[in-house]
């Protein structure tokens, strides 16, 4: 046999070797493993016990790895869509996005604005993002008093509301209810809004921002560390804003490129607020001071607003998404990735 043959041998014989582990390498395999994974003891202290080198037990855990000895498994709950919740991040540069599993549509979801455990999902967020001392601001948006309806605990902080509400009358029902349950969770102040969120004009709008109680509420904007916000795309149904405009209007503002609105702000598929002379007539946060708070939190989802969703996203006004599956694959497969959200660039300033 020549040496090239012994060579060749030789190398079997040490594959064979590899694959197979004797009981004695099995037992102290399993050992090790345990010692690591469960045990939570580092390989220079495994090392020490087994007095073999550190490099031995890397190699070790590497074969129990191998043989199927170990299995690591990453689970979250089955609602969760970790992979696209990732990608979701990584595509927007965005702090934290978590991406919900839609549900199955029936004649009742199939045109629904934002599946409800978008809420549940967010409400579960917040109760992560806020700290105790923390200044809580709450948009007007059925994601966002779904959210509200779905907490069960908060750290103590003060809850103020970020804009007017939909309809005066229904303020019971919407965003000052969202603010007084937060604040109820958390022991917190509570500063409402008791005003609509669209008035007939800037001077009627003026009048009411100068009213005690709203301004008040006003003076907290600043003081908001973190945000919810709901995102509605151009359309009945979808945005309140455009519910609330004559059809004069709607035509106007939709000639202008308008493609998502969130606070009665209004956008363009870029990111670029557009129609601003709408604000003059809002009981809303200026977006100056939205881009300021260091956590906003963006409660949307459903294929129809993925659009709507990818332009508020190109905003620099929001830090982090709740959505679902649906509008997940539609934003994961758009145009050119923006600029990271955590920039907090303003498209207009660029």
Same mark, same amino acid.
């Given at each position: 046999m020549n040496s090239s043959e012994e060579s060749a041998v030789s190398a079997m014989s040490a594959g064979r070797s590899a694959m197979r582990m004797g009981p004695a390498e099995?037992?102290?395999?399993?050992?090790?493993?345990?010692?690591?994974?469960?045990?939570?003891k580092s390989k220079i202290q495994i090392a020490e016990e087994f007095g073999v080198s550190r490099f031995k037990v890397a190699?070790?855990?590497?074969?129990?790895?191998?043989?199927?000895?170990?299995?690591?498994?990453?689970?979250?709950?089955?609602?969760?869509?970790?992979?696209?919740?990732?990608?979701?991040?990584?595509?927007?540069?965005l702090r934290h996005a978590v991406v919900v599993e839609s549900p199955a549509p029936t004649d009742e979801t199939e045109d629904s604005p934002d599946p409800e455990n978008l809420g549940e999902v967010a409400a579960d967020l917040l109760g992560e993002l806020v700290t105790e001392g923390d200044v809580l601001g709450l948009a007007w948006g059925r994601s966002t008093i779904h959210m509200a309806a779905a907490l069960d605990q908060l750290p103590p902080c003060t809850v103020v509301q970020l804009t007017g509400v939909y309809d005066a009358g229904t303020a019971e029902r919407g965003s000052v209810e969202a603010v007084r349950r937060a604040a109820q969770v958390s022991g917190g102040e509570a500063h409402p809004i008791y005003a609509p969120m669209l008035l007939p004009d800037p001077a009627t709008a003026a009048a009411l921002r100068n009213q005690t109680g709203i301004a008040r509420a006003f003076e907290y904007f600043d003081k908001v560390t973190v945000a919810a916000v709901s995102i509605g795309s151009?359309?009945?149904?979808?945005?309140?804003?455009?519910?609330?405009?004559?059809?004069?209007?709607?035509?106007?503002?939709?000639?202008?490129?308008?493609?998502?609105?969130?606070?009665?702000?209004?956008?363009?598929?870029?990111?670029?607020?557009?129609?601003?002379?709408?604000?003059?007539?809002?009981?809303?946060?200026?977006?100056?001071?939205?881009?300021?708070?260091?956590?906003?939190?963006?409660?949307?989802?459903?294929?129809?607003?993925?659009?709507?969703?990818?332009?508020?996203?190109?905003?620099?006004?929001?830090?982090?998404?709740?959505?679902?599956?649906?509008?997940?694959?539609?934003?994961?497969?758009?145009?050119?990735? #923006?600029? #990271?959200?955590?920039?907090?660039?303003?498209?207009?300033?660029?």
């Open positions: 099995l037992v102290q395999a399993a050992a090790m493993a345990r010692r690591f994974y469960l045990e939570g190699r070790v855990l590497e074969t129990a790895l191998e043989r199927d000895l170990v299995r690591i498994e990453i689970r979250v709950p089955a609602e969760l869509d970790a992979e696209r919740s990732d990608a979701l991040r990584a595509r927007y540069g151009w359309e009945p149904g979808i945005s309140t804003v455009h519910d609330m405009l004559s059809d004069e209007e709607r035509a106007h503002y939709a000639s202008l490129g308008v493609a998502a609105e969130m606070s009665a702000h209004l956008f363009d598929a870029e990111g670029r607020r557009v129609g601003r002379d709408l604000g003059e007539r809002c009981i809303t946060v200026e977006a100056d001071r939205l881009r300021r708070i260091p956590e906003v939190v963006a409660i949307a989802g459903g294929q129809r607003k993925a659009a709507a969703i990818d332009a508020v996203l190109r905003s620099g006004l929001v830090t982090s998404l709740v959505t679902d599956t649906a509008a997940a694959d539609q934003l994961l497969v758009a145009g050119p990735p #923006p600029r #990271p959200a955590l920039s907090r660039a303003d498209p207009d300033g660029s």
